[in-house]
């Protein structure tokens, strides 16, 4: 079992990254312009990430996963995809699996939105729910949680 201040998405994201580096080297396969897509697709996964942080931490609201949040973020980035953090780590996969040649291990990246899915997003909605309520149901019905 893994101590609770370990399990943290990003770690889990350098899991699922090294294994897809592990494919990538074992098959390597490419796509057409593979380098310039993947590097383009990690930065703008990091921007995501740093713009969607950033958000919380100007509504006084935690990033951390299974930490209590002080309010609801709906607006920016929150308004086109309830999980903005989440999703950039999976276009972070993605881009460093395109980078490397590594196109036999995309389909890391749906099994790490499930995983992410199950292991912390349903949690953090369930904490979400409990304190916000109707608010948060009725953002769900107009957010979707990806994308």
Avoid: K
């Avoid at 494919?23 to 593979?34: F, K, S």
């Avoid at 980035?77 to 780590?89: G, K, M, Q, T």
């Amino acid at each position: 079992m893994m101590p609770r201040a370990l399990d943290l998405p990003p770690l889990w994201m350098a899991l699922f990254a090294a294994l897809g580096w592990s494919i990538a080297q074992a098959v390597p396969v490419g796509l057409p312009y593979g380098g310039p897509i993947g590097a383009a697709l990690v930065v703008f996964g990091v921007g995501l990430m740093a713009a969607a942080a950033g958000q919380m931490v100007l509504h006084h609201t935690t990033f951390i996963p299974r930490r209590d949040p002080q309010a609801l973020v709906t607006s920016g980035l929150f308004a086109l995809s309830r999980n903005p953090i989440y999703l950039a780590d999976a276009l972070i996969l993605a881009g460093l699996l395109i980078y490397w040649q590594g196109v036999l291990a995309l389909p890391l990246v749906p099994l790490f939105m499930a995983f992410i899915t199950r292991r912390f997003i349903q949690g953090e909605e369930a904490r979400i729910a409990a304190r916000f309520g109707d608010t948060f149901h009725a953002y769900c019905l107009r957010t979707r949680r990806w994308i």
